[in-house]
């Protein structure tokens, strides 16, 4: 059911970067308000004026076919990279220029990792996948009250809403690492959805497992070649966050503050960003689990500064 109600897009371009061992797929959270009613951007605090089409979130994430832990990469949106035809400017830049397709094109050129596959999911459609499963348990350190997000949460451990969910999953400005802090929120969320998603509770009960099959369906669209193994692999991958069988992190980041015609950009710590992308390309995710530990111990640090 999920399979046959998913949404087709042209994302894929002509690529001139060669393929790369296991499956790596683009996974773009937009924030699109198609089919929301007035009432649901209301809901969903997404405002109700807003114009075109842009990515708050751009992953990557890799399955090896060598055995090792797959991978979920988070690249910040406000990366500046160049992008084909229009010069330098931020990642998330590219889907507005051009779509899904100058987004694969850009990533593929600034990271030097060949795509296998595109998925995407806009506002309404990660609510309903949230609500679907139930709700999803998230544990922030600190109480978040954000209006734009639609967010006034206590701090500790909770179940959220799909609308919650999202508030989470979309605060920026209360974040003391930005962009990238929420980035892991996001990565935290998308885990706990497959978690519950892959619980027998949902599993082994028609009454949920029927309707999270045709939210997860309905939430995601991907490319015209992503067949019922791309989806597998999707899944398989998704589940290994779920179950702390991933490593999970952020570019490397030199700067997030740099300012430049597009505003503040973030700038990639050039050798470790080639690190983890140059592991990836040789199917080697065990080398990245250096890099992504210290990355946790040093946002720990700064929330705790």
Known sequence: MAYTSVQRIGAMPDS????????????????????????????????????????????????PSGGGPTVLLSIPRDSYVKIPDHGSNKINAA??????????????????????????????????????????????????????????????????????????????????NGDLGRAQRQRAIIGAVAHEAASP??????TRAFPLASAGGAALSVNDGFGPADLFGFVMGVRAVAG?????????????????????????????????????KDDDTESIKAIAAAEATGSATSATS
């Open 95 to 176: 889907y507005a220029f051009g779509g899904p397709s100058l987004l694969v094109e850009t990533v593929e050129g600034a990271t030097g990792i060949h795509i296998d596959g595109y998925v995407e999911t806009g506002l309404g459609g990660f609510a309903n996948l949230v609500d679907a499963v139930g709700g999803v348990e998230m544990c922030p350190e600190k109480a978040m009250k954000d209006p734009k997000a639609g967010l006034d949460i206590p701090a500790g451990c909770q179940t959220m809403s799909g609308a919650t969910a999202l508030g989470y999953a979309r605060s920026r400005d209360l974040d003391v």
């Open 244 to 280: 702390g069988q991933a490593v999970s992190l952020n570019v490397p980041i030199a700067s997030d503050n740099r300012r430049t015609k597009a505003g503040l950009v973030v700038d990639w710590d050039e050798e470790k960003a080639n690190q983890v992308f140059q592991a990836i």
């Open 201 to 206: 509770a949902v599993l082994l009960n028609p």
């Open 16 to 63: 001139s970067v060669a393929a790369t061992p296991g499956q790596t797929i683009l996974l773009v959270g937009s924030d699109s308000r198609e089919g929301l009613t007035r009432d649901q951007m209301v809901e969903l605090s997404t405002g109700t004026d807003v114009e075109g089409k842009r990515t708050d979130t751009i992953m990557l994430l890799h399955r």
